[in-house]
Nanobody
Framework: QVHLVESGGGLVQPGGSLRLSCVGS?????MGWYRQAPGKQRELVAR???????MYADSVMGRFTISRDNAKNTVFLQMNSLKPEDTAVYFC????????WGQGTQVTVSS
């Protein structure tokens, strides 16, 4: 059963923008985003730590914005001023009767 469905990844040039979306279903609530680059551990990008309070990784502060539509159980990640080091698979994180992950969406920042 799929609990979290991500969309919006792709290839973009440095300085460009992308918007990711994640829809939760059932009793799983979409909460935020993590990413994993090749050869590296999965790391936090941005997530809600309470209903209205976001938390960001230092590396994306001021460039990325997380938002949510509670009625649609959807979280968004607006990514601006993208850098090559933002290249990774981005995973949606959800909370329910446990922790849940989406299938991941590739973001590639390259000229």
């Amino acid at each position: 059963q799929v609990h979290l469905v991500e969309s919006g990844g792709g290839l973009v040039q440095p300085g460009g923008s992308l918007r990711l979306s994640c829809v939760g279903s059932g009793s799983v609530f979409a909460m935020g985003w993590y990413r994993q680059a090749p050869g590296k551990q999965r790391e936090l990008v941005a997530r809600f730590i309470s209903e209205d309070t976001p938390m960001y990784a230092d590396s994306v502060m001021g460039r990325f914005t997380i938002s949510r539509d509670n009625a649609k159980n959807t979280v968004f990640l607006q990514m601006n001023s993208l850098k090559p080091e933002d290249t990774a698979v981005y995973f949606c994180y959800g909370l329910g009767p446990g922790n849940y992950w989406g299938q991941g969406t590739q973001v590639t920042v390259s000229s």
